[in-house]
């Protein structure tokens, strides 16, 4: 390689290649270390609407080493109504739907398709009343995904789910006016626990959150009966521990 | 779109303060303020978003006494299964919304959270939902009509009057909130209790209100003209309260513009200062009751439906029988003995943990003199929760003969856990 070729070279490389030129003159070079392939990770990701997801690029050269994101990659998505990809790679999700994002880097490209779905296609919908809960939490598990995708501090999300769990209890367990009372104390209690941990806005989250808990009709008719059971009943404020 | 939400900080500082001071069962009489809520709310929202804005304003503290709060939550299952069913029948005509159930919440909050995330996978959902607000007015009108006439009706009036007769026993000043449907449970309460009270200790503010009338001094409510519902409401009632107040037109909070927290007391509206006015005058109004009853761990109150002396009776763990001849017992006291109509009688146990006895208490009653045939209501309370109230026959006269055998009532168990509190339960 030329001395001219070489400086050609490391226009296009970058420094990091120049040590590769470092003994100039007329004597022969190693192999030039190019890329050759780029992957992108996580792999088809799915994002909900509204949220974010950050992808990265791992590079392979030829020479076996590789580099993760490195500086000058290109990112690109196949269609931005559904999501775009900022230079860093930050996924957004717009619209429902399907998309692929693409990256390029020296020449050559990878990519990844991805996918935007909204809360509500995620939801259990199954006939059961209780739903899945592998966790044991109390809370069916696509409304632990619901409760931590609201952009939540630690405390706020306990609160969240103090609430979740209350209302599946009431709608669980209600079977006449005293376990009614009480399944409403902690429906109260969560209530309030998420009011002292957000403050007043707390009635979006818990008006999703109850939406999202009673989304088939045999639990919003089991709502209904909790609610029957308590129809007519003094409620005191509550008193004792707010946030469990 | 923008939720509108309560601003200040400190006001949510009033708010926490609030809930993180426990109550104290014995605390001195101060006063009470009693939500009756709405008709096309819930549960969550009537004891918490509606009792929030109450709240902020009036904190523990009113006149240095402090203040307590209370929903009288009347019920709205009726209108929630008839909506349920509105909207099941909407869904075999229209399968977008198959299974969508959730957007069903939308239809109570009059609000569009849940569709706003639906519309972007399918934006022909919002004339779909617009179609079923009209189901809201319609049940409401449904629930309007016949609520009045409703089996249950008559006995949650009763069950609200013998817990505001109770507070008031207790030396408790009552400023009672209702909104929506809340009014003509209020109404007839009022009528039950306010007769019997000697000073002007029931003061009423009455908001949205469906009534023809309304009980509050100088008949004044708050009525918006662009509240939805109530319009629905007056059209097939007739000859309601008009509005009074013009207020926003389909706000983004419900957009049936009848919401309590949200819209009525919301302060970016207009409706709040006038309500807060009335408030405030109520508030300043209040006037002790004449009672000499006291709060206790638990109190348990008798009242009956007319004339004569109906004995509320005691009798303690330790067996002592605290009745109208031994008011002292070792845990409680017979602080209020009525021998002549209505009642009540009242007894309550001490906060003191020296004398508080673990155990049963058996309560019964005894027609002592001439309340023959009547209804006896026995109402128990404590800081945690208001029990339904027992209704029974008071019996025939048996006079003092009666005394060593009254009618039992229901038993009250108290045990003491472990970290040295008490808990109260009924049996």
């Known amino acids: 390689m030329s001395r001219r070729s070489c400086y050609l070279f490391i226009l296009t490389l970058g420094s990091a290649l120049a040590t590769s030129c470092a003994g100039g003159g007329s004597k022969r070079s190693p192999s030039p270390v190019v890329p050759t392939s780029i992957q992108v990770t996580p792999e088809s990701p799915t994002v909900l609407l509204g949220k974010t997801q950050q992808l990265a690029a791992t590079v392979r050269f030829s020479d076996g080493s590789t580099q993760t994101s490195p500086s000058g990659l290109t990112w690109a998505s196949s269609n931005t109504t559904i999501a775009t990809v900022s230079g860093t790679g930050l996924v957004t999700a717009v619209a429902p739907g399907s998309v692929t994002i693409n990256v390029t880097f020296s020449g050559i490209s990878g990519g990844t398709p991805a996918k935007v779905e909204t809360i509500l296609a995620t939801l ?11 966790n044991n939490n109390g809370v069916r598990d696509d409304i632990d995904q619901v409760i931590g995708g609201l952009g939540l501090s630690p405390a706020q999300t306990q609160a969240a789910l103090q609430y979740a769990a209350a209302l599946q209890v009431a709608m669980l367990t209600t079977t006449d006016s005293n376990s009614g009372f009480n399944n409403a104390v902690e429906i109260q209690r969560g209530q309030d626990c998420m009011a002292q941990q957000m403050g007043l806005g707390y009635t979006k989250y818990s008006r999703q959150i109850r939406a999202f808990t009673f989304n088939t009709q045999a639990r919003v008719m089991a709502y209904i009966n909790f609610e029957h059971n308590i129809g007519g009943t003094v409620f005191p404020q509550i008193t004792g521990t707010i946030c469990k | 779109m923008t939720k509108k939400i309560f601003p200040p900080v400190l006001l949510l500082l009033a708010v926490v303060s609030a809930q993180a001071q426990q109550a104290n069962p014995c605390a001195g009489a101060g006063y009470v303020v009693a939500f009756f809520n709405g008709v096309n709310t819930t549960f969550s929202a009537a004891v918490s978003e509606d009792i929030v804005p109450l709240k902020t304003i009036y904190g523990n503290q009113f006149n240095n006494e402090p203040v307590s709060y209370f929903t009288f939550y009347n019920p709205t299952d009726g209108l929630l299964k008839d909506l ?5 029948q909407k869904q075999q005509e229209s399968p977008e919304i198959a299974n969508r159930w959730e957007l069903f919440w939308d239809l109570i909050d009059g609000t569009t959270d849940i569709l706003t995330l639906v519309l972007v996978e399918n934006p022909a959902l919002a004339d779909l939902i617009n179609s079923l607000k009209n189901a809201v007015l319609n049940e409401a009108q449904v629930q309007a009509e016949t609520l009045i006439s409703q089996a249950n009706f008559q006995p949650i009036v009763n069950q609200f009057a013998s817990t505001m007769t109770t507070f008031l026993t207790e030396q408790k000043k009552i400023m ?21 009270l000697a000073t002007e200790s029931l003061e009423v503010v009455q908001v949205a209100t469906p009534t023809t009338t309304v009980r509050s001094v100088g008949g004044i409510y708050t009525t918006s003209s662009t509240d939805l519902v109530i319009r629905a409401i007056s059209f097939v009632l007739g000859s309601t309260e008009p509005p009074n107040i013009s207020g926003p037109i389909a706000p983004s909070e419900d957009t049936l513009g009848h919401s309590f927290a949200r819209v009525y007391m919301n302060p970016t509206y207009n409706m709040l200062a006038q309500i807060k006015t009335d408030m405030d005058a109520a508030m300043l109004a209040l006037q002790p009751p004449n009672s000499q009853g006291s709060a206790g761990l638990f109190t348990v109150t008798l009242t009956w439906s007319g004339t004569g002396d109906e004995d509320l009776h005691v009798i303690e763990p330790n067996g002592t029988h605290v009745f109208y001849a031994s008011k002292q017992g070792f845990t409680g006291f017979l602080d209020v003995d009525n021998v002549v109509s209505f009642g009540p009688e009242h007894y309550f146990a001490s906060c003191d943990p020296t004398l508080i006895q673990d155990g049963l208490y058996q309560i ?6 001439g309340a023959d045939g009547e209804t006896a209501t026995v109402q128990l309370v404590t800081a945690q929760r208001v029990f339904q109230a027992v209704q029974l026959s008071t019996g025939p006269t048996r006079g003092p003969a009666g005394n060593t055998s009254p009618t039992p009532v229901f038993n009250v168990q108290v045990t003491k856990n472990a970290d040295g509190t008490f808990s109260v339960s009924k049996q």
């Open chain 2, 176 to 196: 009672a909130v209702a909104h929506s449907q809340g009014n003509f449970f209020l109404n007839s309460v009022y009528d039950i209790v306010h007769p019997t």
């Open chain 1, 124 to 134: 259990d919908r199954s006939a059961s009343l209780s739903g899945p809960d592998a």
């Open chain 2, 84 to 88: 349920a069913e509105a909207f099941a």
């Open chain 2, 364 to 369: 019964g009653i005894n027609d002592f003199n």
